[in-house]
């Protein structure tokens, strides 16, 4: 057992299972023999409230359609934001839908127009890119910039591409993959320039609870309430609890003709639902896990300080940024000077382990892999090992 009463220290083999990160490696990676750190979902069981709700669910055996009018589902979500992040949302601005991408996608379709411009800030996890493109707008790119304290939004590049067609951003906050949890005043900074442009802002924070305990998460209509004429956030239990798969997520519209078109919005296309094991699972996490999460935070704590140090002294040629939130890690093997083909060979041939590729991240992902850090130690030390005897050697 280890933190306390739940153990995270099991590894479990999810081979079979119909799992992406374990069964798909043939697919994506050539080869099935490798240890995977690549899909955001976490080899740890969920937490037993979560079990327990979906068992009582599966042992009731009637599985017809959930009531969609049911408000506890929206309440767990405002009561989540208010005690967790200080937010204080009300049941009345919450929505539900399946995924935090397919609301990023709704709220795309309605805040803009085909042919806008939306900016994104790079590197950023791909679907932003897709889902724009899909969308038929424009990808606009505003770059994090590298500084030796980490990444930052650059506010004067932003301004430069700001002209009249662009008519949104999407905020990841945290950021994926440069595990940044956004000060305060990094945000107010970001929504001045917003409102000074008028432009409207999407924001995804389904990592909002995976921060480390040298910071703090703030929503960001909390931080910059001028913006709640022009947003609207992602939120979900999926990430926090491990629950992916279930297909439960919110969003979170504080003002009521953004909140009345998106609703509209996901009405029409029927996808306001939620099924039922998704609901039983995001009340339960949201209602009475807190405590695991509590659990899960200081052991995602120990497997980030294992790889900080891991790399300062077995791996001194490969960067990483200090993580400040999410299990997600964008390392930087630049100093190898590889193509990103000869990179992705060494990781998957050599080390024998699934990274994701950096550059679907963006042109800055060139020279950069993700690691995803959500696995039992043992796991994360052994992967780490693997790098450390391929790499040790060019
Ligand atoms: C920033 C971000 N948004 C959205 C998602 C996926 O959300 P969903 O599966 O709910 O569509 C991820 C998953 O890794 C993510 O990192």
Redesign the pocket.
């Known amino acids: 057992m280890s933190s306390g009463k739940y153990d995270f220290d099991s590894r479990i083999d999810r081979t079979g299972t119909a799992c992406e990160k374990w069964d798909d490696l043939k697919i994506n990676f050539g080869r099935e023999d490798l240890l995977p750190f690549w899909?955001?979902?976490m080899d740890f069981r969920s937490a037993p409230e979560i079990t327990e709700a979906l068992r009582e669910r599966v042992e009731f055996g009637v599985f017809g359609y959930p009531s969609e009018q049911m408000e506890t589902y929206r309440e767990a979500v405002a009561n989540w934001e208010r005690r967790r992040h200080g937010w204080g949302v009300s049941l009345d601005e919450v929505g539900l839908m399946?995924?935090?991408?397919?609301?990023?996608s709704v709220a795309l379709c309605e805040l803009t127009a085909p042919g806008d411009g939306v900016v994104i800030q790079s590197p950023?996890?791909p679907?932003?890119f897709r889902e724009i493109t899909h969308n038929g707008r424009k990808v606009v790119e505003n770059p994090l910039a590298e500084t030796d304290k980490g990444y930052v939004m650059d506010l004067d590049h932003l301004r430069s591409v700001l002209t009249p067609d662009v008519k949104a951003i999407l905020l990841?906050s945290p950021?994926?993959?440069v595990a940044r949890v956004w000060k305060k005043e990094e945000l107010q900074d970001l929504g001045r320039l917003c409102v000074e442009h008028d432009i409207a802002v999407i924001c995804?924070e389904?990592?909002q609870d995976l921060i480390y305990s040298d910071a703090k998460h703030i929503p960001l209509s909390l931080a910059c309430p001028e913006l709640e004429g022009r947003m609207v956030t992602?939120a979900?239990p999926?990430?926090t609890f491990n629950i992916?798969g279930l297909?439960a997520?919110a969003w979170i519209a504080r003002d009521r003709e953004i909140y009345r078109r998106l609703h509209s919005a996901f009405r029409r296309f029927h996808l306001g639902g939620i099924n039922m094991f998704g609901l039983a699972a995001l009340e339960a996490a949201y209602n009475r896990c807190e405590a695991w999460l509590d659990a899960l935070m200081e052991y995602l704590e120990k497997n980030r300080d294992t790889v900080e140090k891991f790399l300062a002294s077995r791996l001194p040629r490969v960067k990483l940024k200090h993580p400040e939130g999410?299990y997600?890690f964008w390392l930087d093997f630049r100093d190898y000077s590889f193509e990103q083909k000869e990179l992705m060979d060494v990781l998957v041939n050599r080390a024998g382990v699934a990274m994701n590729n950096g550059v679907p991240f963006g042109r800055m992902g060139e020279g950069f892999a993700r690691l995803n850090i959500g696995c039992p130690r043992s796991q994360l030390e052994a992967g780490l090992d693997r790098l450390a005897d391929a790499f040790g050697k060019l």
């Open positions: 899909v955001a979902d399946p995924g935090v991408i397919t609301g990023l950023i996890y679907p932003f990841c950021h994926n993959p995804d389904i990592h992602l979900a999926s990430k992916a297909r997520s999410t997600i």
